[in-house]
């Protein structure tokens, strides 16, 4: 599933079909294998299931809705196969999944607007980066939910040890599970990660949401 | 009132030949009374000789007749019912004779356009269900009594009106009579004022004629507040539509917009990236992709175009309605006859609206219909108040319907909120005739009713 930089494969889904081919040729320029390139989300699903990519690049509207099929093809692929990398692409920010999609385990995940795709230098790197389980999350989207941009040195206020509670966060490793990692007692992570919230300006949000916004911010401060 | 008499000499022309320049500083004075005084004659004899009062007297006198007719029909069918009613017969009679009683009222009603003003039906009870509930519902709605009330008050009001209207005329008549038959003994007096009542009676005539439909208007038309709450009910479901139409058209241009002209943007991105990757190690196949690039550019420019386009042609404002409808069918497909006849220019809005429907309707022919020719026609419609009439026309598939959020709903939507009409017919199997009536507001007029204020 992490590919060395020559041999990625990777599965594409965009309903429109100059983009698809544009991107299809992109990745190959770059070496990176296109093994399936498909308009829509069940095609997108079975190509993945057939197919075993290291990376999935999904554009969130397509048919027959055109409003978040892509996005909830992501979280799909998420939960049935952990192993592929997904590296959403969108006109837009959707919100609510895009927090689901961001909200468990990070590594492998990406979501970019499509805009980015023009930078093909940093794009196809933000396709090797997320393929590699690493992360690509753009500032734009993480404004747009937070509804403030994410600044590197909102995380500079951290403590090293809050940075690394927000780390493992970020990994989707729940309270105990960090606290087993950081062998400290629950009780102190839980003060860290209050900590860290005051210091990330979230404390007036819903706890829930509020530890997706606190990764978000982690993210995109740090690609 | 005011049609100037055929006698009257058109203002301007001077009496007598040549050397006008000589004459006129001498008849100045004079001629400018006599001008007055002929001004002064014609407007008061003007009436006389339009055609309204003539027809205004008709009006009231078949009003008379046909008063007589409706009464005596109406009693006999009422004493024939109502006498009948124990020996059941009468029971099976009730519907017909109110039947009979709607339609010679709805008779009276329709005369009133002879005069030029339109009654609307005051709307009845609707019978439904079998004979026994239709004539329950007939015997206790109460405008049905109303309309009864009616044959029995016009029976009154008909001749009184008349007799007011012909008053003058007869006086005319016997003065004029007596000075014939008696030369002798003329009373100038009595002449003149017949001579002045001349002037009085067409106006009388009219006068009445219009106070005989006001009457009608106010019995057998719709009730002023019923009448206002449904106009209330029909303006709140128009703009609750119009909204929702608004909404969809932002909804398609935000869609078009993302869909269309942003990937393409995109798109152009890549190739250009991919170009400068190529551009020392393979410059054929940079300038290549740079190719494909400026091709996407045009089509991405292409649509823009027909985007903004679809907001506002600019060619409505350049070239008038005509060359716009030319210029939507320009691009289609399918032949597409375009005939506009009008008689003058619309205002802005009104044209605006014109093209709209007309592009929404071909639009929707070209994506569902399915035919193989269509056409669109552009009317006069009526004048005082003016409309124009818009026929669309194809011989496609059929079966379309103004559902929500379609884009004939958007036609309707937008018709409807300038107060027009809109109907389509399209069976399965086709062909499909679409039908919008515009009303055209008058120009002066329109700006103080407008919501711009």
């Known amino acids: 599933m992490i590919g060395d930089a020559g041999g990625i494969r990777a599965v594409i889904a965009d309903d429109s079909v100059l983009l698809r081919d544009g991107v299809v040729r992109l990745l190959e320029d770059a070496g990176i294998d296109v093994v399936a390139a498909v308009g829509d989300a069940d095609s997108l699903l079975r190509s993945v299931a057939e197919t075993s990519p290291d990376i999935a690049l999904v554009d969130v509207r397509m048919p027959p809705t055109h409003t978040d099929e892509g996005i909830r093809a992501a979280v ?11 590296l959403v692409l969108s006109q837009y920010v959707e919100e609510r999944y895009a927090a689901e999609l961001l909200g468990g385990e990070t590594a492998g995940v990406g979501y970019l607007l499509k805009d980015r795709v023009v930078d093909t230098e940093d794009f196809i790197a933000a396709v090797r980066r997320v393929a590699a389980g690493g992360n690509a999350v753009d500032a734009e989207v993480v404004s747009q939910i937070i509804g403030r941009s ?9 403590t090293p040890r809050e940075l690394e509670v927000l780390g493992l966060m970020a990994q989707g490793l729940s309270n105990g599970g960090i606290a087993d990692r950081l062998v400290v007692s629950l009780g102190a992570v839980e003060k860290h990660i209050s900590n860290l919230f005051t210091k990330l300006d979230l404390d007036h ?15 995109a401060a740090r690609p | 009132m005011t ?69 005596v029909v109406t009693a006999v069918a009422m004493a024939t019912t109502f006498g009948l009613v124990f020996v059941a017969v009468g029971l099976l009679l009730v519907v017909p004779t109110f039947s009979l009683v709607e339609a010679m009222t ?9 005069v030029g003003r339109v009654v609307v039906a005051r709307p009845c009870r609707s019978r439904t269900g079998g004979w026994w509930r239709a004539m329950l519902s007939t015997v206790t709605d109460p405008e049905r009594w109303r309309q009864a009330g009616f044959v029995v008050a016009f029976l009154i009001v008909a001749p009184v009106l008349f007799a007011v209207a012909v008053t003058p005329w007869v006086i005319v008549i016997v003065v004029f009579a007596r000075s014939l038959a008696d030369l002798g003994g003329v009373d100038l007096l009595e002449l003149l004022l017949a001579f002045v009542l001349l002037g009085v009676a067409p106006r009388i005539a009219t006068a009445t004629a219009g106070l005989s439909t006001a009457f009608v208007a106010w019995f057998l038309g719709p009730d002023p507040a019923v009448e206002l709450a449904g106009r209330v009910e029909t303006l709140a479901a128009q703009r609750a539509e119009i909204l929702e139409a608004v909404a969809a058209e932002r909804r398609r241009i935000e869609r078009n917009l993302h869909d269309g002209v942003q990937q393409q943007l995109v798109a152009i991105g890549i190739d250009m990236g991919r170009a400068q990757a190529r551009l020392t ?3 054929a196949a940079a300038a290549e992709l740079l190719e494909a690039a400026r091709e996407t550019l045009h089509s991405a420019i292409g649509e823009m175009r027909v985007i903004g386009r679809g907001l506002h042609p600019a060619v409505l404002d350049d070239r008038g309605l005509d060359a716009a409808l030319s210029s939507i069918v320009a691009t289609s497909p399918i032949p597409i006859a375009v005939d506009v006849d009008l008689s003058g220019d619309l205002p802005d809005d009104t044209a605006a609206t014109a093209w709209y429907v007309v592009s929404e309707a071909t639009a929707n022919i070209l994506k569902h219909a399915n035919a193989r020719v269509a056409s669109v026609r552009v009317v006069e419609d009526s004048t005082a108040p003016r409309t124009i009439r818009i026929t669309v026309h194809d011989d496609g598939c059929g079966g379309a319907a103004a559902m929500r959020g379609s884009g004939l709903a958007g036609i309707r939507a937008r018709v409807e909120g300038v107060d027009g009409s809109f109907r389509i017919d399209s069976p399965p199997g086709g062909p499909t005739t679409l039908v919008a009536v515009l009303p055209v507001p008058a120009v002066s007029s329109a700006a103080p009713e407008g919501p711009r204020s």
């Open chain 1, 150 to 158: 994410a600044r590197a040195s909102e995380l500079d206020r951290l």
């Open chain 2, 281 to 283: 190690s393979d410059p």
């Open chain 2, 3 to 71: 049609a100037t008499p055929p006698w009257a000499p058109p203002e301007g022309r001077q009496f007598g030949t040549g050397k006008r320049d000589t004459v006129r500083v001498d008849r100045t004075d004079g001629e400018a009374g006599l001008r007055s005084v002929r001004k002064a004659l014609g407007w008061w004899f003007g009436p006389l000789f339009a055609r309204e009062h003539v027809i205004a007297s008709w009006y009231l006198a078949v009003g008379v007749a046909w008063s007589l007719v409706m009464f």
């Open chain 2, 106 to 114: 709805s008779v009276e009603r329709h005369r009133a356009a002879w």
């Open chain 1, 205 to 219: 949000e819903q706890s829930a949401h509020r530890r997706v916004l606190a990764v978000l911010t982690y993210l």
């Open chain 1, 76 to 86: 799909e692929i998420r939960r049935a196969h952990p192993g592929v990398a997904v």
